[in-house]
């Protein structure tokens, strides 16, 4: 719909601007109104033709009759003013002339206003086409299943077909929102594996350095523990002072040597120091025993076998010399241990001289 242009007021028809010839007119309904373009006419002036060369006027009175009169511009004029006329007889067309009063009120302003909206209607009647045209291809969009410029491969800024499997190709994601492909996937899969492995590689060194460790500490090639593991956590013996390393060390050994001294029921044996162990008294034939227990047992052994003799012959050496410094009375001795009668030989002398009587329960024996 576009708007009319409207004309400055000319109350004494002196702006030849106003002065409107060859108006078309079409659609021509019987007495209905029709509204001429430039608002305001003054009666006297109007002339209605049935062709555009003018040569056949139409009647005012017969043919058309004015309408709609304009009292404010009839009576700042002093001429009658109309706006519209009403066809009173069967036209398809016509051509009007007339002299426009014009408007009271700026027409130029008014006339920018009304090209802002007719120039708006426009662009509203484009935006009107264009979006039919939109709203027809996407209804095409939506039916076609191979819409315009889409691909099944990877490309930017394209639409993604579906290949003839029903799978949708995707490129490498690069932002954490990006979909995956199956590559991606496997790599990033084979990736975790390596870093995994590599971990696990890591691992499986430590532990056996840590079992090596403790292999060598098993063997006595190193102590199981050392004044070193009982220092407090994150203590650092490069940067203390020597009072406070003497310090920590005093209180590492007091803990070291408690746990190594322990003789607690079901308890695994550390060995101390030494690399001996630590142990209480025997109670069972197959208890190990300490050094304690052994040294009181063989001293009570020793006692035994001394039994009371002089200090200066309770020692196998002293026997040794004393036996050896009187030789001439063991010799004697010997000689007559040699000339000794056996049991034997006095059984058979004793046989040989006695004489035996029994008489009832009594036995008489005479040599």
Known sequence: MELKNLLNADTLMQNHKNKVTGEHVTNIVLNKNYFVAHSIYFAETLRV??????????????????????????????????RAIVFLTPITEAYIDYWSYGDIISAETLNDLIVEINTGVETLNELSQQLTTLNKNLNLHIQNKAAHGASVSPQKNTLALRNDKGIIKTATPQEFNDAVNLGSQTQAIQTVKTE??????????????????????????????????????????????????????????????????????????????????????AVDDTDAINKQTLIATINSRIAELINN????????KELADAL????????????????????????????????????????????
């Open 49 to 82: 033709f049935k062709d555009k060369a003018k040569t056949q006027q139409l009647i005012e009175g017969v043919n058309y009759i004015f309408s709609e009169i304009d009292s404010i511009a009839s009576e700042m004029s002093n001429k009658d003013c109309y």
């Open 196 to 281: 995994l492995q590599d971990s696990i590689n890591e691992a499986r060194t430590e532990i056996l350095n840590e079992i090596d460790i403790v292999d060598k500490r098993l063997k006595i090639k190193e102590p199981v523990l050392k004044v070193e593991d009982f220092y407090p956590e994150g203590f650092d013996p490069l940067s203390a002072t020597p009072e406070e390393l003497e310090e920590v060390n005093q209180n590492a050994t007091i803990a070291l040597n408690a746990l190594t001294e322990s003789t607690q029921n079901y308890h695994n044996v550390v060995r101390n120091k030494n690399a001996s162990i630590t142990v209480p008294e």
């Open 309 to 316: 003799a002089p200090e200066e012959l309770d020692t196998l």
């Open 324 to 367: 050896q410094n009187n030789e001439t009375a063991i010799a004697a001795i010997n000689t007559a241990l040699a000339n000794r009668y056996t049991k034997e030989e006095c059984d058979n002398k004793f046989l040989q001289k006695a004489q035996f009587t029994l008489t009832g329960t009594t036995l008489e024996i005479n040599f």
